[in-house]
């Protein structure tokens, strides 16, 4: 049954990704840096402090060649869209994704691994970042805090979030819970 809301009563629209799309072809959002959809609100996000634009370069550079040194079927990419049907197109500084070419977004079963750099966003990273990463089944998820030097890690996703987790220091040996072989070197990262 589908309740009708009286057209006197404010309330939220939520956009859907489609939705979305149609804005960012009209060019809505051509005056911001950098949008996302979440939890169907566009969200725009601040500009880089050049601290984060290193620690994301170089997160991006120590996965990838972690990953090649193993042989791995999977890549890392820098800021990549993940459709998380049907109102979330987040777009976080790295990702591992095992996907093909292909002119469309990245799915939930595409990604490994997902990774937030905290300069400034530290709360919504392990707040609501979080809950939509775990609510949509992201395998593992990292948050690395450039303020403590810290990479929070999350991973065994259920229906009440992440089970498992634990904090690491950027010093040293940083491995994915969640890929066996994966490990980069935290050192010099901040």
Known sequence: MNMTIPVNVPHPVKLRIEDFEVLDRTGAFADLKKVELIEGMIVGMSAEFRPHTFVKSQLMYRL???????????????????ALPPYNLPEPDVAVVDAPMA?????????????????????????????????????????????????????????????????????????????????????GLV
């Open 64 to 82: 990838q060649a972690a990953l090649e040194a193993t042989g791995s079927r999977f890549s890392a990419v820098v800021e990549p869209t993940l």
């Open 103 to 187: 002119r469309d977004y990245f799915r939930i079963e595409h990604v490994a691994l997902v990774v937030e750099v905290s300069d400034t966003t530290l709360e919504n990273d392990l707040g609501a970042k979080l809950a939509l990463y775990a609510r949509h089944g992201v395998p593992e998820y990292w948050v690395v805090d450039l303020a403590e030097t810290t990479v929070h890690q999350f991973w065994s996703v259920s229906a009440e979030g992440f089970s498992h987790r634990r904090s690491l220091p950027l010093a040293g040996a940083v491995p994915s819970a969640t890929l066996p072989d994966l490990v980069i070197d935290g050192t």
